[in-house]
């Protein structure tokens, strides 16, 4: 003992995994059965060491040889620490318990510390540190997989939102589709670590597998230099890996690993075919680009359709937006599916005076898409119409809305988007905040006011307009502003500053950029901002500039234009600034 004395002995008790000497045949095949059940468990100790290939992006440069040294220097660390806890574990002569309590390392750790109160902390210090391994080991998945996922996206083999970064710049969505996937499978086998185990090894051992393997097609088709005693690495460590897959696909079958063997090759067969949907997109896009843009269509009519419900601010909010598309007919129309409900609907439209027709559309099945489908295909009829549909939506905060909508005005969009020369549009109307902002303007002297015949209506505009919070005080700036819009320093002219024509020398964020087309070229525009104002950069024949993207800090220095009450630059100086 560390604290008086030798090393002792574990002693065997009730509930150990009994071992004994027996000659027969049938014991030598379980003796053989338990080694390669063993050495898989202990592969399973391996598992970690992916998450260095995942994150090799997020190291300095260079990123390969210090992913190398990182994983060569993993690996010592994990070598030592079994090679240790097995020669104690022969010393101290420890087994396993069937309950998994006490554990190998907690027996070795009683033993070599022993029961002084010396020993007693140590051995808590121990426990303590193998509690925190096991946190930064979840830790790990949750920083590589979202890594995983991005990368497998951006190859189309995994839907492409995986490969976004969220607001902290971290892979939000792969982060969530962990933490639901291991919240379920903690669930189905009750929180029991042994049960875990085989998804867990089987899982990253056939990823192992698969890289392996995947070098050797490498090394094959490149035949780089040195590449038979790579080719060999590769090989020899697909087989290992391969192995332990199969001994676990074996040993644990019964216990949680048939879930893996029947989900693995459906899910290899959904990735195939969502990247094949992803490529024949990319092929169409292909061919589209390699073309001339067809002309502006031109239509006799143009047929606006309100899709009205009932009678309120998002259905005015929805025809005010109508009205602003100058069509050649507007009507609104209500699927009529309860007569009381239409009765209602007939008398506040009468009562308003809207100024639009209100038709009403039998719709006997109840089937709203079908019905409002079939409504846009008589319409279309003419080939010289184009039908656009209008549906207003009441918005609601994510969690009550998730409550509250049924996902019709998304259903009939849907119907309406696959029929020729028509098109769907939805207005969100965030009655909430309208009403508020109704209510501060009528407290600041803007009185509502009806009409005779009209709906309600402020003094200066109808409900559904949109509506300007007062403000009786300068509000202060938030961080996200004053990173959007950087104050000027003092060496440049602000862009508030250019009102007429001249030379001048400006900083500011990009905030917006676009490619526009001018005859047989293009011309690359991008809006850079400050706190005083907004200018124009147009760069003629570009349709790139590396580093002028959205969020970049750029000085600008040439002559300067006005177009629409707005500065404009013209193939300016341009330099990149760091820093924010």
């Known amino acids: 003992e560390a604290f008086g004395g030798g090393l002792g002995h574990a002693v065997w008790k009730a509930g150990t995994y009994p071992v004994g000497h027996h000659p027969s045949g049938l014991i030598a095949f379980a003796a053989i059965y338990i080694l390669a059940k063993a050495y898989a468990n202990g592969g399973s100790s391996l598992t970690g060491i992916e998450a260095v290939s995942n994150a ?49 390392v907690s027996q070795e750790a009683r033993l070599v510390f022993g029961s002084t109160l010396g020993g007693q902390i140590l051995f808590y210090l121990l426990q303590l540190g193998a509690a925190s391994i096991l946190f930064t080991g979840g830790n790990t998945s949750f920083s590589g997989f979202p890594f995983l996922t991005s990368f497998v996206a951006e190859d189309s083999f ?41 998804f867990y090894a089987i899982g990253v051992f056939t990823g192992f597998s698969m890289a392996g393997f995947g070098m050797v097609r490498y090394h094959l088709r490149q035949r780089e230099q040195g590449w ?66 067809p002309p502006l269509p031109h239509y006799a009519r143009r047929t606006v359709l309100v899709f009205v419900d009932d009678f309120d601010l998002a259905a005015l ?11 050649t007919t507007l009507r609104a129309v209500h699927f009529v599916i309860d007569s009381a409900r239409a009765d209602k609907l007939r008398r506040d439209w009468t009562q308003a005076d809207r100024g639009v027709a209100l038709d009403f559309v039998d719709c006997p099945d109840r089937r709203l898409s079908r019905c409002a489908a079939d409504l846009v295909c008589r319409e279309v009829a003419d080939p010289g119409t184009h039908v656009t549909v209008i549906l207003p939506r009441r918005s609601y905060s994510p969690l009550l809305g998730r409550l509250l909508h049924d996902r019709t005005a998304d259903k009939i969009a ?19 905040s309208r009403l508020e902002a109704l209510h501060d303007r009528e407290a600041a002297g803007q009185p509502i006011v009806a009409g005779p015949g009209q709906a309600v209506k402020l003094a200066s505009e109808e409900i559904p307009g949109p509506a300007v919070r007062p403000e009786h005080k300068p509000r202060p700036k938030s961080a996200v502003e004053d990173y959007e819009r950087p104050a000027p320093p003092a060496s440049v ?39 005083t104002g907004v200018l124009t950069a147009l760069f003629y ?32 100086d341009y330099v990149l600034l760091t820093g924010h």
């Not at 959904?270 to 292909?286: D, K, T």
């Open 56 to 104: 090799v992006s997020a190291l300095r440069p260079p990123e390969g040889r210090n992913a190398r040294r990182v994983l060569v220097t993993q690996g010592c660390i994990v070598a030592f620490l079994i090679g240790g806890i097995s020669w104690l574990a022969h010393l101290t002569r420890a087994v396993p318990y069937v309950t998994g309590v006490p554990t190998v």
């Open 158 to 198: 995994l839907p492409r939102w995986l490969s976004k970064r969220g607001h902290r710049l971290v892979f939000s969505n792969g982060i969530i589709v962990l933490t639901v996937l291991a919240l379920s499978l903690l669930f189905a086998v009750g929180a029991n670590t042994a049960n875990l185990v085989p």
């Open 228 to 293: 038979r005693r790579r080719l060999i690495i590769n090989l020899i460590g697909g087989i290992y890996t391969a192995l332990v897959v199969v001994i676990f696909a074996v040993t644990k079958f019964t216990q949680g690993a048939w879930l893996v063997v029947v989900v693995f090759p459906i899910g290899v067969f959904a990735f195939i075919r969502l990247n094949r949907e992803y490529r024949r997109e990319s092929q169409v896009l292909a061919t589209i680009g390699g073309r001339q843009p």
């Open 317 to 327: 909010a929805a025809l005010r937006y109508a009205r602003s598309l100058r069509p």
């Open 414 to 432: 849907g119907a309406v988007s696959r029929i020729p020369r028509s098109a769907a549009t939805i207005i969100p109307y965030d009655v909430q």
């Open 493 to 531: 002219d602000s862009i508030g500053s250019l009102t007429s024509p001249g030379r001048a020398t400006v900083t500011g964020r990009v905030h917006s950029v676009e490619i526009r087309p001018a005859g047989q070229s293009s011309v690359l525009a991008a809006e850079v901002a400050d706190s």
């Open 541 to 572: 024949g570009r349709q790139h500039i590396a580093g002028v993207e959205p969020g970049a800090k750029v000085r600008l220095t040439g002559a300067v234009g006005m177009r629409d009450g707005r500065p404009t630059m013209i193939n300016p």
